[in-house]
């Protein structure tokens, strides 16, 4: 997994396994976190979101959990297939999802193999 | 709509020049932030306007960067004079609302020699 503020981890999976990107989130009062995909060349794509009050949010293919007690989250990508090889950023916000007030992670890169 | 739009791609440039990055944000967006991408430091928001006004340059990193929105469907970024150490990949993003999502260019990839 990945630490806001550190080295770029690679995480290496099975296409059709699922995969699971984690995160530390560094500051305890952010109340909104976002996960980003990015692949190569390309610009940030929002994948799913979680405001503070929620611990889990499903959407297609992809869960993302939080555990405010630890500071953790997690991406969870089911059925992992070539397409979803890239960069994964978690970024956290206090007050919102505003790409102003937002601190991104360095970041995993997901390799899906054959 | 097309998404940001981004130009030039790409940029190589000798120390000392000046370098102008654009942006062309999506119609009906109100909030616009650019961003710089390296492996050592990952993405920083460098500055961010809202309807066309600059409300937070605490991201530039020195007086050589400098940024502007004449109009709410175009933004310059300019490194004056550039350095090596401004490689790195700058981004525009754009959004609705400043609290909204935000949609990201391809982004412009500069070195500097």
């Known amino acids: 997994g990945e630490s806001v503020g550190l080295h770029l981890p690679t995480l290496s999976v099975q296409e059709g396994d699922n995969s699971i990107i984690n995160c530390a989130y560094s500051n305890s009062a952010s109340d909104y976190f976002i996960w980003y995909k990015q692949e190569s060349g390309k610009g940030p794509q929002f994948i799913i979101d979680?405001?503070?009050?929620?611990d889990k949010r499903q959407g297609q293919r992809v869960t993302v959990l939080l555990n405010k007690t630890v500071k953790h989250l997690s991406l969870q990508i089911a059925a992992t297939q070539p397409g979803d090889s890239a960069v994964y950023f978690c970024?956290?916000?206090?007050?919102?999802?505003?790409?102003?007030?937002?601190?991104f992670g360095k970041g995993t890169h997901l390799i899906i193999q054959p | 709509d097309a998404g940001v739009i981004q130009s030039p791609r790409h940029e190589v440039t000798e120390m000392g020049q000046e370098v102008t990055l654009r942006c062309k944000p999506i119609s009906g967006h109100n909030s616009l932030f650019w961003y710089r991408q390296t492996m050592m430091r990952g993405l920083e928001l460098l500055i961010y306007f809202n309807n066309n006004v600059p409300i937070d340059d605490s991201g530039m990193p020195e007086d050589r960067f400098s940024a502007k929105m004449p109009n709410a469907s175009f933004s310059t970024l300019k490194i004056q004079p550039s350095e090596p150490r401004d490689s790195a990949v700058y981004f525009c993003?754009?959004?609705?609302?400043?609290?909204?999502?935000?949609?990201f260019g391809q982004g412009t990839r500069l070195t500097v020699v």
């Open positions: 993003a754009s959004s609705v609302l400043k609290d909204s999502e935000a949609f």
């Open positions: 970024a956290e916000n206090i007050g919102g999802g505003g790409a102003d007030g937002l601190t």
């Open positions: 979680i405001r503070s009050n929620m």
